[in-house]
C-alpha cells in the first residue's frame, strides 16, 4: 500500500494564527492509536474549527472542512483569558512506523514545520506496550517533557530509562530538545496495536489536568470514518494516480531527500520487518486496523 493521498511538503495553513500564546496539541497514530482516539475524541465532542489541512482527500464533517491531517482551533475557556489552544491531528489511523507509514522525512519535516511557529508549548499525545511498564508503578500514564517545558511548567519526567520511542513523538521530543523548545509528551500504556480505549481515556484525563480544561473525559467519543472507506480504496486501487504521484515525488523530493529515506529504511528495526513484511493495514468501520495478508508495501517508491 502506498499512502497516495498524502504528499510531503504540502500544507494550507496560516502560520499567523500561532502565536506565544498557544498552546498547540498534536495526536496521530501509533500504539494503541491513542493520539488519534484522545484528539478526534476532543474534535467531536467540543466546538472546533478547521483551520489548517495536509493531503489531498478532503470532506465536510459536523460542518468543518477536514483532511487526513487537520488542524483545529479549539473554543475552550483557559484560565489564562490569553491562552489558544490548537490541535493538530490525524483524523484517520495513518500509520506512523513500519513497512506502511509515511517515511521518517514526513514526519521530521512536520515536526520543524510544527516548532517553526513558536507556539507558548507543544503537547503531543501517544501509547506505549504494556510489556514495557513497571509492574511496581501504580500509574498508566508516563510523561516526557524537555528541559525547556519542565523550565517553563514545572512537569517532571516520569518515564524510565532505557525505553525507546519511535514516530513523530520521537522527532518533536528530538527537535524540541535540541533546540530547546518546550515540548511534553503524555504517553499512555496499552496493550494492543489496535485502538486502546481505555488507554485513550487515560491520556484524556491527564491532558485535562495538564491543560487545566475540561474536555469531557468521561468516555471516548470516537470518530466513525466509514463513510470515506470507498474513497479511499478508490485512490488507493488508482493505478494511474499512484504513476503520477510517483513523478511528481521523483521529481520534487526524491533530490532532497534521497540519502535520508535509504538511511530510514536500511535502519528499519529488525523487529518491524518480520511482523510486518508480509502485512499491510485497510480501514475498517469500526475504528481500527484490519490486516492483509497478501499484500506487502512496495518501499522502492520512496527512494
Known sequence: MKNTWLFLNQ?????????????????????????????????????????????????????????????????????????KFVLVTSRLPIPVVGYNA??????????????????KRYIIIGGLREDVRNSSDDSWVTLIPTKKYTELFGTKRTFRDDLSIKGPISFLLAEGTAYRFPVLSI???CNTYEVDLDASLLALKELEILSKLVLESKEIQE????????????????????????????????????????EDFKNTDESDKSSNSNKTFSFSSNSTFSENKNERDDLERYK
Do not use: C, R
Open 223 to 262: 470518530f466513525d470514518y466509514s463513510f470515506l472507506e470507498s474513497s479511499f480504496d478508490f485512490i488507493q486501487d488508482d493505478a494511474s494516480f499512484n504513476e503520477e504521484f510517483d513523478e511528481e515525488f521523483d521529481e520534487d523530493y526524491k533530490e532532497e531527500y534521497e540519502e535520508e529515506f535509504d
Open 187 to 189: 504517553l499512555s500504556y
Open 102 to 119: 509515511l517515511p521518517d522525512a514526513f514526519w521530521k519535516w512536520i515536526t520543524q514545520e510544527i516548532l517553526s511557529w513558536e507556539a
Open 11 to 83: 500544507m494550507s495553513f496560516d502560520a499567523t494564527k500561532i502565536d506565544s500564546d498557544t498552546t498547540v496539541i498534536l495526536g496521530f497514530s501509533g500504539y494503541g492509536s491513542v493520539g488519534t482516539t484522545v484528539l478526534n475524541h476532543i474534535v467531536e465532542v467540543l466546538k472546533v474549527e478547521s483551520i489548517g489541512f495536509w493531503g489531498n482527500l478532503s470532506w465536510f464533517h459536523k460542518g468543518n472542512l477536514e483532511s487526513p491531517i487537520t488542524m483545529y482551533e479549539l473554543d475552550v475557556k483557559s484560565e489564562d483569558p490569553k491562552e
